[in-house]
């Protein structure tokens, strides 16, 4: 089992920023690629960033490319989710998720991530 556990979520003004932090504990971190996903209300849960075990590679979405930056500090068995430039269509919850082990790729659907946090909502005023 891992658990995980976001913070860092807030409100914010267009333009701002807000960095996520995902704690995880249970089995090694650095064996799990990691994984930020987003849902808005009444919309379905999406794929935001994900890294590789080692941080060494990293995968956004077209709609967070250039603003949102994933990165990993195996050590602290902890995953973040820089976010700049938010706008109010960012807002949501975020959840971060570990994928299942199996995985040595980058994943960016739901389904693989077996693991889930709890999420931590991120509002963008306009």
């Known amino acids: 089992q891992v658990q995980l556990v976001e913070s860092g979520g807030g409100l914010v003004q267009t333009g701002g920023s807000l960095t996520l932090s995902c704690a995880a504990s249970?089995?090694?971190?650095?064996?799990?690629?990691m994984g930020w996903f987003r849902q808005a209300p009444g919309k379905e849960r999406l794929f935001v960033a994900a890294?590789?075990?080692?941080?060494?590679?990293?995968y956004y979405a077209d709609s967070v490319k250039g603003r949102f930056t994933i990165s990993r500090e195996n050590a602290k068995n902890t995953v973040y989710l820089q976010m700049n430039g938010l706008k109010p269509e960012d807002t949501a919850v975020y959840y971060c998720?570990?994928?299942?082990?199996?995985?040595?790729?980058?994943?960016?659907?739901?389904?693989?991530?077996?693991?889930w946090g709890q999420g931590t909502q991120v509002t963008v005023s306009s």
């Open positions: 890294i590789s075990r080692s941080g060494g590679s990293t």
């Open positions: 249970g089995r090694t971190f650095s064996n799990y690629v």
């Open positions: 998720a570990a994928a299942n082990d199996f995985y040595s790729t980058i994943q960016t659907l739901p389904r693989v991530y077996d693991y």
